[in-house]
């Protein structure tokens, strides 16, 4: 996240050693990603395009990603840390309208369907956002989400964590032997890493919103980790950004144990293996994706 640079012998160990390093500009906008020679046999890519431009397949996969987003966000706003500060209505209305959507989401059989469902949910969850942060009101006010530019403290955070998780969600699927351009819910567009946008969908909730919430509500961010610019736009200023990223590398070597494959793991290992889980699906040795579902 500087214009410091990086050695070509540096470059060129990490493609070796198959460790993506990505640029990006001190305000965290992605330059450019280098990557070591391409894992995996061209035969995994081919069923992925293939898969890539049958609906049917798109869809059925786009729904256990969608799935899964829903189930921990909902999984996000039960959780009982929030004490008796929170408007407890608010927070189950929201949680009940969530769990009517993932019956609804499994039977769905058009992508647009499913893309409104996914529309649904998520101005349930964000309509209930700003009841969970609880310090610093004044500072960390959430109104709602605003992108290019964000328009406040929380949203300069969620949108610099989306950025990290999607950096590292497209290195995953590299790793793995998947091109992480062509998805199955973001359709191809140039320059995007679409299945990179597909993978992070149900991360949000547990390895972004969840971060943000915390580095809020234990004070480890305050007023003056931001920049506050005449257009409106809030960005994290340096020192915010290095305290983001500390706190970013900590919790992504804390554990936990995977839903599905019932291991204990990193959660920075989690991008990896939900990639890994997908690719084995794409080569038909699992019946279906298995989302990872947030306990």
Same mark, same amino acid.
């Given at each position: 996240?500087?214009?410091?640079?990086?050695?070509?012998?540096?470059?060129?160990?990490?493609?070796?050693?198959?460790?993506?390093?990505?640029?990006?500009?001190?305000?965290?906008?992605?330059?450019?990603?280098?990557?070591?020679?391409?894992?995996?046999?061209?035969?995994?890519?081919?069923?992925?395009?293939?898969?890539?431009?049958?609906?049917?397949?798109?869809?059925?996969?786009?729904?256990?990603?969608?799935?899964?987003?829903?189930?921990?966000?909902?999984?996000?706003?039960?959780?009982?840390?929030?004490?008796?500060?929170?408007?407890?209505?608010?927070?189950?209305?929201?949680?009940?309208?969530?769990?009517?959507?993932?019956?609804?989401?499994?039977?769905? &059989?058009?992508?647009?369907?499913?893309?409104?469902?996914?529309?649904?949910?998520?101005?349930?969850?964000?309509?209930?956002?700003?009841?969970?942060?609880?310090?610093?009101?004044?500072?960390? &006010?959430?109104?709602?989400?605003?992108?290019?530019?964000?328009?406040?403290?929380?949203?300069?955070?969620?949108?610099?964590?989306?950025?990290?998780?999607?950096?590292?969600?497209?290195?995953?699927?590299?790793?793995?032997?998947?091109?992480?351009?062509?998805?199955?819910?973001?359709?191809?567009?140039?320059?995007?890493?679409?299945?990179?946008?597909?993978?992070?969908?149900?991360?949000?909730?547990?390895?972004?919103?969840?971060?943000?919430?915390?580095?809020?509500?234990?004070?480890?961010?305050?007023?003056?980790?931001?920049?506050?610019?005449? &257009?409106?736009?809030?960005?994290?200023?340096?020192?915010?950004?290095?305290?983001?990223?500390?706190?970013?590398?900590?919790?992504?070597?804390?554990?936990?144990?995977?839903?599905?494959?019932?291991?204990?793991?990193?959660?920075?290992?989690?991008?990896?293996?939900?990639?890994?889980?997908?690719?084995?699906?794409?080569?038909?040795?699992?019946?279906?994706?298995?989302?990872?579902?947030?306990?």
């Amino acid at each position: 996240f500087s214009y410091a640079g990086a050695s070509p012998a540096l470059m060129g160990v990490c493609a070796q050693r198959q460790i993506g390093l990505s640029f990006c500009t001190p305000r965290g906008k992605f330059l450019a990603r280098v990557c070591g020679e391409g894992n995996g046999n061209v035969l995994l890519r081919r069923t992925q395009y293939r898969t890539g431009d049958d609906p049917t397949q798109c869809c059925q996969i786009s729904r256990t990603m969608i799935f899964g987003k829903l189930f921990n966000a909902r999984w996000s706003i039960e959780r009982r840390d929030h004490g008796l500060r929170v408007d407890g209505e608010k927070l189950v209305s929201a949680s009940k309208q969530i769990y009517g959507l993932l019956s609804q989401v499994k039977e769905v &059989s058009a992508p647009e369907e499913l893309r409104g469902l996914e529309g649904v949910g998520a101005s349930a969850y964000f309509s209930v956002f700003d009841e969970m942060i609880l310090g610093d009101k004044e500072t960390f &006010s959430f109104q709602g989400r605003s992108r290019r530019p964000p328009l406040d403290a929380v949203n300069a955070m969620l949108s610099f964590a989306y950025s990290l998780l999607a950096h590292d969600c497209a290195s995953a699927l590299e790793s793995v032997g998947l091109d992480s351009y062509v998805g199955f819910l973001h359709r191809d567009r140039p320059g995007r890493t679409s299945l990179a946008l597909d993978l992070m969908e149900e991360l949000r909730p547990c390895m972004a919103d969840r971060f943000v919430l915390t580095l809020i509500n234990n004070r480890q961010v305050k007023a003056g980790d931001f920049q506050y610019m005449e &257009s409106g736009a809030v960005l994290l200023a340096d020192g915010g950004r290095k305290t983001f990223l500390k706190h970013w590398q900590e919790k992504k070597k804390e554990t936990l144990t995977h839903p599905y494959l019932e291991e204990k793991l990193p959660w920075g290992m989690i991008p990896y293996t939900q990639a890994l889980l997908l690719a084995r699906y794409l080569r038909g040795d699992l019946d279906a994706y298995p989302p990872f579902l947030w306990k």
